[in-house]
């Protein structure tokens, strides 16, 4: 079996701690020698400068090809150019680019009267610019999307208007992924669709979160999570579950995995580690 490239996702810090494990994350994870590493952008735009910092940062003292996130919410179109143009300022032309959940309180999201009314409109806007853009994708389909063909349609929309790939949502059933591909192909999606990993930290966390996405979780599984936490072995079967989820999308032609590491980076270094991703320097040197 072909080992998979990789790439991984790591949030901005809040606090002098928080700066530190980022900064450990990346060190950990660098050695793989990942394809990408993105950092996300706070809800509400509530990040914006430390996303950018963090973005500066990581590209220039790893030397890795890093994106920032960006999202739409609450920003008027010049200040989210703004905040796209401080990427690039900082070396950083690859964004992910998202519309972004409502504020907290906020049932739906609202554009903002001079913003972005949607994904598309960011992502052509960025295109435009120069921007390599990446889009966010839903193979358990977005709990605003009409139907899971209409979510396919509106993913085409974005790849159609700039984006040059999709990276998904977690999810767990790799069936669901698969299945996923074949609608995107079938609907003439040429854009590869990198399937998003989540080896799981926190279960009680997951499950929350997971509900809030849209993320399906197999009853067999949840079951299974249960018992390893009661166990003791939660991390065990973490890395276990998202191997084996990782290896059968290798085996159905996934070249490349993308990885939520919550800047947590053990488990995700764990999975690469079974899939046969392994450091390029010898084990001690490296964090
Ligand atoms: P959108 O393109 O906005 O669409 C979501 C779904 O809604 C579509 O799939 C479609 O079914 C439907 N839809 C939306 N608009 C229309 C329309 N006009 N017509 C028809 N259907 C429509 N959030 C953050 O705040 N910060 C981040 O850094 C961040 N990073 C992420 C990274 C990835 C890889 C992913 C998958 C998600 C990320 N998110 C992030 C979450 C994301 O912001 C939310 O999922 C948000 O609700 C949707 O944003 P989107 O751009 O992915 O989807």
Redesign the pocket.
Known sequence: MSVPAVSF?F?PPKSLQGSFRLWESVRALAPLAPEWV???????GSTRKL?REAVAAIGGEFGLRTAG?????DASREETLEVAEGFRAAGVTDI???????PEGADA?RPHPDGF????E?VGALADRGFRV?????PD??????SAD??V???K??IDAGACE????FFFDPEVFLRFRDRCAAAGIAAPIVP?LLPVENWGKTRSFAAR?GAVIPDDLAIAFDVAERDGRADLFAVAQAAELADRLVEEGCGHL?FYTLNRPDLTRDVCAALGRVPAAPLSAVA
Not at 117 to 120: A, E, I, K, N, P
Request: charged share 20%; net charge positive; proline share 6%.
């Open positions: 996702e949030f993105s950092v996300t952008y706070g809800a509400g996303t996130h960006l999202t739409c919410v992910v680019a998202l519309r972004g959940d409502p999201f009314r949607d994904s598309v960011l990446r889009v966010g994708a839903y389909p977005h709990p605003e999307a009409r209409a979510d349609a509106w993913l929309r974005k999709a990276v998904t949502q998003g996405c993308h």
